[in-house]
C-alpha cells in the first residue's frame, strides 16, 4: 500500500514540474539588440504559455516577409492593457523587439505603436489603456 501512495506522489509531482522544465530561455534572443518592424498584422495568437504576433513586412525590394514576434502569457498582457482583439488582421503596427540571435525574422516582443498611436509594451510600467 505505501508503494502506491509514494507511486501516486510521484507521478503527481512529475505532472506538476514537468512544465516549468519545459518552458523554454529566452537565450535565443539578443538583448542587445532592438530592431522596430512597421508591418501589418498577419495573426495574433492569445494563447498561453506565449502570445504570438505574426506580421507582414516589406523589405528593402518590396518582398513581403514574415516575422513571428513572441510576447508574454496572456494573464501579464492584459495587465499591461491588451486583450484578445487589441490586433487583428490587417491593422497597421510598428513593433519593437530583440532579435533572435540566428537572424531569422522572428523576435522578442517589447513595444508595439498601433494605428491610433496608442503604445503598449511588455514591460510593468504600461497601464491599461494609457497612450505613451
Do not use: C, Y
Not at 501579464?76 to 540571435?101: E, F, V
Amino acid at each position: 500500500m505505501q508503494l502506491k501512495v509514494l507511486s501516486l506522489a510521484a507521478i503527481g509531482a512529475v505532472a506538476f514540474v514537468a512544465p516549468a522544465l519545459a518552458h523554454h530561455s529566452f537565450a535565443m534572443f539578443d538583448a542587445e539588440k532592438t530592431v522596430t518592424l512597421n508591418g501589418t498584422v498577419k495573426e495574433f495568437e492569445w494563447s498561453n504559455p506565449h502570445s504570438w504576433i505574426r506580421i507582414d513586412v516589406l523589405d528593402q525590394t518590396g518582398k513581403e516577409l514574415q516575422w513571428a514576434i513572441e510576447m508574454n502569457a496572456p494573464a501579464q498582457l492584459t495587465q499591461r492593457g491588451w486583450n484578445p482583439t487589441t490586433i487583428k488582421p490587417g491593422d497597421k503596427i510598428t513593433l519593437t523587439m530583440h532579435p533572435l540571435k540566428d537572424g531569422a525574422r522572428g523576435g522578442q516582443f517589447m513595444t508595439a505603436t498601433l494605428a491610433d498611436g496608442k503604445s503598449l509594451s511588455n514591460g510593468p510600467n504600461n497601464l491599461a489603456g494609457r497612450n505613451n
